[in-house]
Nanobody, 124 residues
Framework: QVLLVESGGGLVQAGGSLRLSCAAS????????MGWFRQAPGKERDFVAA????????GYGDSVKGRFTISRDNAKKTVYLQMNSLKPEDTAVYYC?????????????????WGQGTQVTVSS
């Protein structure tokens, strides 16, 4: 069982930045590809970013490329999402995801564990 706890969400003005964190309670953190998905009201949960279990490859959704950066610290068992140049359309609940030995772009169905989500609201 893997417990994922997100933090760092909140309210920010357009153009601002936020950094999300996701702490994992698992002894084999380094064997998990870690990622972020987001879900806006009335919409599907969409892929945002992921970093492979080897730490060598990252993947991003088209709408966040060049603005968001994912990273991980295996010693702290934590994955981060640095979000810059935020737009109102980035408003959503952001979910941390863990996919054991996964690729750099996991699908929703490939995710093994989900966090509870953290709200990000970007005002115009």
């Amino acid at each position: 069982q893997v417990l994922l706890v997100e933090s760092g969400g909140g309210l920010v003005q357009a153009g601002g930045s936020l950094r999300l964190s996701c702490a994992a309670s698992v002894t084999t953190f380094s064997s998990y590809t870690m990622g972020w998905f987001r879900q806006a009201p009335g919409k599907e949960r969409d892929f945002v970013a992921a970093i492979t279990w080897t730490g060598g490859v990252t993947g991003y959704g088209d709408s966040v490329k060049g603005r968001f950066t994912i990273s991980r610290d295996n010693a702290k068992k934590t994955v981060y999402l640095q979000m810059n140049s935020l737009k109102p359309e980035d408003t959503a609940v952001y979910y941390c995801a863990a996919d054991r030995y996964g690729s750099y772009r996991p699908s929703r169905t490939q995710v093994d564990y989900w966090g509870q989500g953290t709200q990000v609201t970007v005002s115009s």
